[in-house]
């Protein structure tokens, strides 16, 4: 894999992003809401900027047009992305300003991201990477899950719940602020070789019932991926230039979509939430497969090389 890590590349900038961090090290119960710095903003799109190639753009701007002016018309919106790396959110922000028209730059000061606790918590370098971008911070399931001692997770049970609460109470404020919510549904990065990390969250389900329209988004390319010499060092990702092309899909009404998929499940004795969950993760696997021989194209054309991610 090609690329040079975050340290090697930016090294040179975490001076000045520690120095105008602003987010909290710790979260609870009263800090769950974070608004954008934008001072950090600035070194996140000269990052975007640098590490996209020629041929990397949006697709779909008419449709991010649809769903700006529905949630100006008092929709409640979710747009639900794929998640490859952590320089997506700094991808889609300067993709959606760049090409989506008017619409695309309000959308994307107003969104509002779903992140979880570790960016603000595990290293400094990493909160003043997030904070660039408005947020709304949840204790994330699968960070509960995997805590072993009983007593231990007792009180992180207890935790979660505190904050999980604050950040529903969080995003119904912003719901009625008209401002839309971005969540990454499959609620981590994807690891190539493991596809359970392309399967969605069975919280989605909820996300469902709380909105009125989604906006879907697939990402064909990713600059920043996870160095497998080292997979738990975020500082240690490595960037790779690459010619992204996002695609947007036709607005999805939540209601309709969830009832006509629970209306085929009468007699299933499973999980519902999850099958639900699983279309949603279907259809962005189809906006995907659509863009993707438009990405290799276009690589090839910056590069003269087949592309080498994996997705």
Same mark, same amino acid.
């Given at each position: 894999?090609?690329g040079k890590t975050?340290?090697d590349k930016?090294?040179?900038?975490?001076k000045? $992003?520690?120095?105008?961090?602003?987010?909290?090290?710790?979260?609870?119960a009263t800090?769950?809401y *974070?608004? /954008?710095?934008?001072?950090?903003l600035k070194?996140?799109?000269?990052?975007?900027?640098e590490n $996209?190639?020629?041929?990397?753009?949006? #697709?779909?701007?008419e449709?991010?047009?649809?769903?700006f002016?529905q949630?100006?018309?008092?929709?409640?919106? +979710?747009?639900?992305?794929? =998640?490859y790396g952590?320089?997506? $959110?700094?991808?889609?922000?300067?993709l959606?300003a760049r090409?989506g028209g008017?619409?695309?730059?309000i959308?994307?000061?107003?969104m509002?991201?779903?992140a979880?606790?570790?960016?603000? #918590? #595990?290293?400094?370098?990493v909160? /003043?990477w997030?904070?660039?971008?408005?947020?709304?911070?949840?204790?994330? /399931?699968r960070s509960?899950?995997?805590i072993q001692?009983?007593?231990?997770?007792a009180?992180?049970e207890e935790k979660?719940? =505190?904050?999980?609460?604050a950040a529903m109470r969080?995003?119904?404020?912003v719901?009625?602020q008209?401002?839309?919510?971005?969540?990454?549904?499959?609620?981590?990065r994807?690891?190539?070789?493991?596809?359970?990390t392309?399967?969605g969250v069975?919280e989605?389900?909820s996300?469902l019932r709380?909105?009125d329209?989604?906006? $879907?988004?697939?990402?064909? %390319?990713?600059?920043?991926?996870?160095?497998?010499?080292t997979?738990?060092d975020?500082i240690?990702d490595?960037?790779?230039e690459d010619?992204v092309?996002?695609g947007a899909?036709p607005?999805?009404?939540?209601k309709?979509?969830?009832n006509?998929?629970l209306a085929t499940?009468?007699?299933? @004795?499973?999980d519902?939430?999850?099958?639900v969950? /699983?279309?949603?993760m @279907?259809e +962005? *696997?189809?906006l =995907?497969?659509k863009?993707?021989p438009?990405? #290799?194209?276009a690589f090839? @054309?910056?590069? %003269?090389?087949?592309?080498?991610v994996e *997705?």
């Amino acid at each position: 894999m090609r690329g040079k890590t975050i340290r090697d590349k930016y090294g040179y900038m975490f001076k000045d $992003l520690l120095a105008l961090g602003k987010a909290a090290d710790v979260i609870d119960a009263t800090n769950v809401y *974070q608004e /954008s710095n934008r001072e950090t903003l600035k070194f996140l799109n000269k990052m975007a900027e640098e590490n $996209l190639l020629p041929g990397a753009h949006l #697709e779909g701007a008419e449709y991010v047009k649809d769903f700006f002016n529905q949630i100006k018309n008092g929709k409640r919106g +979710l747009i639900l992305c794929e =998640h490859y790396g952590n320089m997506d $959110l700094p991808v889609i922000y300067y993709l959606l300003a760049r090409d989506g028209g008017e619409e695309g730059k309000i959308l994307a000061d107003e969104m509002v991201a779903i992140a979880g606790m570790k960016l603000n #918590e #595990e290293n400094p370098m990493v909160r /003043s990477w997030a904070e660039a971008f408005t947020r709304i911070v949840i204790y994330p /399931s699968r960070s509960l899950a995997a805590i072993q001692d009983p007593e231990e997770k007792a009180a992180e049970e207890e935790k979660s719940r =505190h904050i999980n609460m604050a950040a529903m109470r969080a995003m119904d404020n912003v719901k009625k602020q008209g401002r839309p919510i971005l969540v990454f549904p499959a609620g981590t990065r994807y690891r190539p070789g493991k596809p359970e990390t392309k399967m969605g969250v069975r919280e989605m389900d909820s996300y469902l019932r709380l909105f009125d329209i989604m906006l $879907l988004i697939s990402e064909n %390319g990713n600059v920043l991926r996870i160095n497998p010499e080292t997979p738990n060092d975020m500082i240690s990702d490595l960037f790779c230039e690459d010619t992204v092309i996002l695609g947007a899909g036709p607005i999805i009404e939540c209601k309709k979509f969830r009832n006509d998929i629970l209306a085929t499940l009468e007699d299933y @004795d499973g999980d519902k939430k999850m099958v639900v969950v /699983s279309k949603v993760m @279907d259809e +962005l *696997q189809k906006l =995907h497969d659509k863009y993707r021989p438009m990405y #290799e194209k276009a690589f090839k @054309d910056a590069t %003269g090389e087949e592309p080498d991610v994996e *997705q």
